[in-house]
């Protein structure tokens, strides 16, 4: 069974089988390489992961999320987890570039939440910029139990929105089914958001028919083409999946995947047999010995008709070289090819156009995606950047909070159709469900000139009652009250009707139906009712 995790741009795997006759996006690990038996037929390898650390300094201005500060609202009661590989030196973040506090959890079996990487903490800091009230979860998985693991614990802490910027390589059939997307598939079901990153590999990917035109087994990626491949340098970590249509688990049509070096020798290999069995997936992973070209092969090996296929050469580190022959359509990672998930793409600078490398669908099962796109990051004072669908995701994911924090009452699916409401046209795009995400509306939320409405009086230390007169424009919605007595809730308002001597009452988070009055005029005097907690 084979299990490719891409971390942004770095590459974990596990648990990865490989033939006897092969061998095995920015990282600064060793693999560790393990060799066949001439007796054994398969082996296993544990590979370690392989990271760049790295810092971010988030967009807020192209999403308008610093409008919607501006204005107060900042994920005030959202509940955000990013769920990683590792947070390598999260508490030195603590109070400056994160909250002051956070939730982490390590599901890794050695229960460390580093874990030798930062590239969560990077995930967060875009977060935390873009919603900086939310109550952060740091969590971190290493296996597939593992993250099934980290969902249950999530699902339980009902958080509201996760962030997930990473990519399983060829990990089901392409379609939002399969191990990953079914873990996934549960915390979706649970009514939590996930804003997942679509992957940085539509120039690292050929899609398409099997076509065999000179009928000697082998694919033809363009006519009299049978090899398609990139560049790398000696010491680079080569990565190549092959998928095909068929069954996951009862594979019957058989392909095979090989790799050539720069002087044109077959340096690896997988041939797994399928014979109705296993999944219709071809992967390897050697170091390059020589700097120059390594180009991939596909080869039938038995199969009772011509089946579409998807491959992807990826390297660690990545250094942005694309295939000699890329199609970018089909090159979503999983578990962004989930129908409950928020597949997130890259846009192009302050273009506002789809970055070339952005992952993109359709999906196997013919599903647009991404159904957003979003800024990727900034170059920081040392001159390093967190950028790809990895800093695109936990952009999204805080614009989530701040709309979580701006409609309470609705739920995950009222959410994401806001969310879709407040986005704009992407110029060129191919699908037209891309768009660019833009939180600018707040007329439907405040009134002109709530930025300067003011509750006048003083709160109880230790909560119970005050007495607080409003002034600004009328109609300032009583949900949003906390954005006037600095983020504490009141647990009712109360205002006497002089004309019928009639106390009238808010209780917040009551149904519509218990509210006497769901909004402040200019001028009204209430008293507010405060829990001992605030």
């Known amino acids: 069974m084979r299990r490719i995790l891409v971390i942004g741009v770095c590459v974990v795997a596990w648990s990865i089988a490989i033939a006897s006759s092969g061998s095995g996006d920015r990282g600064s690990g060793s693999p560790t390489l393990a060799t066949t038996s001439p007796t054994h037929s398969a082996v296993t390898l544990e590979r370690a992961p392989l990271f760049v650390p790295l810092q971010v300094e988030a967009s807020l201005e192209p999403i308008r999320a610093d409008v919607w500060q501006s204005a107060g609202f900042t994920g005030y009661g959202q509940k955000v987890a990013i769920i990683d590989a590792g947070f390598e030196g999260y508490r030195d973040a603590l109070g400056v570039s994160l909250p002051e506090t956070v939730v982490a959890r390590s599901f890794r079996r050695d229960r460390d939440p580093g874990a030798g990487t930062d590239h969560g903490v990077s995930a967060a800091e875009i977060v935390h910029a873009v919603a900086p009230s939310a109550q952060l979860y740091l969590v971190n998985f290493e296996t597939e139990a593992e993250l099934s693991q980290a969902v249950d614990f999530l699902i339980a802490e009902q958080v509201d929105v996760v962030s997930f910027s990473l990519g399983f390589i060829h990990a089901g059939p392409g379609d939002g089914t399969g191990l990953v997307d079914g873990i996934v598939g549960r915390a979706v079901d649970a009514g939590v958001i996930w804003s997942v990153a679509s992957g940085n590999w539509a120039q690292q990917h050929w899609g398409g028919q099997f076509t065999d035109v000179d009928g000697d087994s082998i694919h033809e990626f363009a006519p009299a083409q049978e090899l398609d491949g990139r560049r790398f340098l000696a010491g680079d970590l080569v990565i190549a999946s092959l998928r095909w249509q068929g069954v996951w688990g009862a594979a019957c049509d058989d392909y095979d995947l090989e790799l050539f070096g720069p002087d044109g020798a077959l340096v690896a290999a997988s041939r797994d047999i399928q014979n109705c069995s296993g999944d219709p997936v071809e992967s390897l992973q050697v170091l390059a010995t020589k700097t120059g070209m390594y180009s991939a092969r596909v080869v039938e090996a038995d199969a009772t ?30 578990p962004a090819d989930h129908p409950g998930v928020l597949s997130v793409g890259a846009i192009l600078g302050g ?108 709160l109880p230390p230790r909560g119970g009652l005050a007495v607080l007169r ?30 019928t001597q009639r106390w009238e009452v808010y209780i917040r988070g009551a ?24």
């Open 470 to 499: 409003y002034g600004g424009p009328d109609g300032y919605p009583l949900r949003f009250a906390h954005l006037l007595t600095g983020l504490v809730d009141a647990e009712a308002f109360y205002r006497l009707d002089a004309s």
């Open 351 to 458: 273009t506002g156009l789809e970055a070339p490398f952005s992952s993109r669908g359709p999906t196997s099962d013919g599903r647009f995606k991404p159904e957003v796109l979003a800024p990727t990051g900034r170059v920081n004072g040392a001159g390093e950047t967190f950028t790809g669908t990895s800093a695109s995701a936990p952009h999204v994911a805080g614009m989530l909070a701040l709309l979580g924090e701006a409609f309470p009452s609705l739920d995950s699916k009222g959410l994401i159709t806001e969310l879709r409401k407040r986005t704009q046209s992407v110029a060129g795009s191919s699908r037209g469900s891309a768009t660019l995400g833009t939180l600018v509306r707040l007329g439907e939320l405040l009134p002109v000139g709530a930025d300067e409405a003011q509750l006048a009086g003083e």
């Open 511 to 534: 149904p519509a139906f218990v509210q006497d009055f769901d909004r402040f005029d200019d001028g009204d005097l209430v008293v507010a009712l405060f829990g001992r907690s605030s």
């Open 305 to 334: 008709t011509s089946r579409r296929i998807s491959l992807l050469v990826l390297g660690s580190p990545d250094r942005g070289d694309t295939l000699a022959i890329a199609v970018a359509a089909g090159s979503l990672s999983q």
